[in-house]
């Protein structure tokens, strides 16, 4: 139980475009869901925390314009990073929790985003 | 006061020695410690955690030692196998539905065969 999957695993785009992320919880139903980016051998960076049906809640120096998050059913929260730059390079995780056992978090396998 | 410490960042121990990592808060809201485990090119994996109420959680091998006074939460591995080679991240959180989490730094551990 308690399986989180993402899509797509690893995208290569230019820059300027756009590039979706889709985080799915499969066998539970997700009250939060979060959005962490995580450089080479460093911790995860919270980006935001998204509850359904409400907007998400970005973290201090997360640009919300840049990086949108929809949060749209119990299951499926996606992350859009618009006007992709390479800075942007990076390994982009989504966690969710069913909200039920003190805020446990179950974990995606990550997506890694490159932007040309 | 919303940071957690972790130690130390690298580890390498033998093939069956003990793998011990350390973590301290400061944050007394906090009231769930998880460890997560990580692999190269992977999303972290809950390994075990622990709430305040008890000093120590074993589930197989890991075993988390909590001391409440000192604000400090260790992660102990038996018998370390070359399988256990990864990134290990203590976090904390204040256990309300839909709190973020605060991670550590991160321990990259090696076990040589």
């Known amino acids: 139980g308690a399986v989180v999957s993402q899509h797509p695993s690893r995208v290569i785009c230019k820059s300027g475009t756009s590039v979706k992320i889709e985080c799915r919880s499969l066998?539970?139903?997700?009250?939060?869901m979060f959005w962490y980016r995580q450089f080479p051998k460093q911790s995860l960076m919270l980006m935001a925390t998204?509850?359904?049906?409400?907007?998400?809640?970005?973290e201090q120096g997360v640009e919300k314009d840049k990086f949108l998050i929809n949060h749209a059913s119990l299951t499926l929260s996606t992350l859009t990073v618009t006007s992709a730059h390479p800075e942007d390079s990076s390994f982009y995780i989504c966690?969710?929790?069913?909200?039920?056992?003190?805020?446990?978090?179950?974990f995606g396998p990550g997506t890694r985003l490159t932007v040309l | 006061q919303q940071q957690v410490k972790q130690s130390p960042q690298s580890l390498i121990v033998q093939k069956g020695g003990i793998s011990i990592i350390n973590c301290a808060y400061e944050n007394t809201a906090f009231d769930y410690f998880p460890w997560y485990q990580q692999f190269p090119g992977k999303g972290p994996a809950l390994l075990i955690a622990?709430?305040?109420?008890?000093s120590e959680k074993k589930e197989g091998r890991f075993t988390i030692s909590f001391n409440k006074s000192a604000k400090q939460f260790s992660l102990h591995i038996m018998d370390s196998q070359p399988g256990d080679s990864a990134t290990y991240f203590c976090?904390?959180?204040?256990?309300?539905?839909?709190?973020?989490?605060?991670f550590g730094e991160g321990t990259q551990l090696t076990v040589n065969p």
């Open positions: 622990i709430r305040p109420d008890v």
């Open positions: 976090a904390a959180s204040d256990g309300t539905s839909g709190s973020r989490l605060t």
């Open positions: 998204s509850n359904e049906g409400s907007k998400a809640t970005y």
């Open positions: 966690s969710a929790s069913p909200g039920q056992v003190y805020n446990e978090q179950f």
């Open positions: 066998d539970f139903q997700a009250t939060t």
